[in-house]
């Protein structure tokens, strides 16, 4: 990590952030990390487009999948966290919008 970027941690807690920045801010770095790989992937998905690799395309999609719901379990997570801290309401609209079923464990696994 550069000494000039901050941690994420650092930066929600000079931000004013300050009830579980570690925590949170882990949450957000896999949402960085995570986010980062999906761009990667949907590039692959669409070279192997081209490229007529459906093989090749399949896996890629299957990586695909599990990288979102990584990205979805981590954000899921930082949310409510975020907030919380920013004291920011669902009015009841949103939370039927942002209500996710829980996948079990066999959904997640690939076919």
């Known amino acids: 990590m550069s000494q000039n970027r901050p941690s994420l941690a650092e930066a929600l807690t000079a931000a004013g952030l300050d009830e579980q920045p570690s925590l949170l801010g ?8 995570e986010t980062e ?18 093989v090749a395309g399949e896996g890629i999609l299957v990586e695909l999948t599990t990288a979102l719901e990584h990205l979805l379990h981590h954000t899921q997570e930082a949310l409510p966290m975020l ?13 039927d919008d942002a209500i996710i079923d829980p996948m079990t ?5 690939p076919a």
């Open 26 to 33: 882990m949450h957000l770095s896999e949402v960085e990390e």
């Open 105 to 109: 464990e066999e959904e997640l696994q």
């Open 37 to 54: 790989n999906i761009l990667e992937l949907l590039i692959l998905v669409r070279t192997h487009a081209r490229t007529g690799d459906a």
């Open 83 to 95: 907030r919380k801290q920013l004291d920011l309401e669902l009015d009841e609209d949103e939370l």
